[in-house]
């Protein structure tokens, strides 16, 4: 369900021409995708003249919330599901970031503006995957 009194379209917009624009911008600019499980995995085997971007964009990715709460209210967290589905989902996802040979950003933002058949399928299994996650944690298993 969608909850209408913090419901923003208008900084949802902002929020998603911003991710779009700095993906454009990246690719422009660098030639690479911003995917973030290829940016990570690149640090495992990091090529020449690899290494200082790649650390660069994980260290905005970390320092640019950090910034945004120095200057704006707290946000509320509410997460309503336990360690172990935690850690069970974030093993999930790893795992299928691997199969699917690319991560959310990469295959939903970079790889679909890209119209990549490859990123259209693994959105679509994604999504998927994720509707079926909702409904069985919260029809079957509640």
Do not use: K, Q
């Not at 995917?35 to 020449?48: E, H, N, Q, T």
């Not at 120095?70 to 299928?96: H, K, N, Q, S, W």
């Amino acid at each position: 369900m969608i909850d209408t009194a913090n419901f923003t379209p208008g900084l949802s917009l902002l929020g998603g021409i911003l991710i779009g624009s700095a993906s454009a911008l990246f690719i422009l600019a660098n030639g690479r995708i911003a995917g973030i499980s290829g940016i990570v995995g690149g640090l495992l085997r990091p090529r020449a003249g690899d290494l200082i971007w790649r650390i660069a964009f994980l260290l905005g990715l970390i320092l640019a919330p950090l910034l945004v709460f120095a200057f704006m209210p707290p946000v509320t967290v509410r997460i309503d599901a336990g360690t172990e589905i935690l850690i069970i989902a974030g093993l999930l996802v790893g795992v299928g970031t691997r199969y699917g040979a690319g991560c959310t950003s990469g295959h939903g933002v970079c790889g679909l503006s890209r119209l990549s058949m490859r990123s259209l399928i693994a959105t679509m299994a994604f999504m998927a995957a994720g509707m079926a996650a909702v409904f069985i944690m919260r029809h079957l298993l509640a």
